[in-house]
Nanobody, 115 residues
């Protein structure tokens, strides 16, 4: 059974930083991609950043230059380093794991950017 657990969310002032972590457990050998999505109140879930099997990454235009996605393959952990946070970054952030056999999601971690 594949499980994803996010951590690292919280309340931060505009301009601040946070690092989110996503720990993956379970048996899987091939990953299509791993990524972070977010959903703000009243809005659809949107892609924040994703890394594919080959190591290539893509970011939403709104976070380019401010967020960095990285992976620790040995620990099956993915990180999202967020700098220069803005109030519009406020959302629940979800970890996603896309495997050949299915798509998996964590429960999410709340990020609130407010003065």
């Amino acid at each position: 059974q594949v499980q994803l657990v996010e951590s690292g969310g919280g309340l931060v002032q505009p301009g601040g930083s946070l690092r989110l972590s996503c720990a993956a457990s379970g048996r899987f050998f091939v990953i299509n991609s791993m990524g972070w999505y977010r959903q703000a109140p009243g809005k659809q879930r949107e892609l924040v950043a994703r890394i594919n099997r080959g190591g290539g990454t893509n970011y939403a235009d709104s976070v380019k230059g401010r967020f960095t996605l990285s992976r620790d393959n040995a620990q099956n952990t993915m990180y999202l380093q967020m700098y220069s946070l803005k109030p519009e970054d406020t959302a629940v952030y979800y970890c996603n794991l896309d495997l050949p056999g299915g798509d998996y999601w964590g429960r999410g971690t709340q990020v609130t950017v407010s003065a």
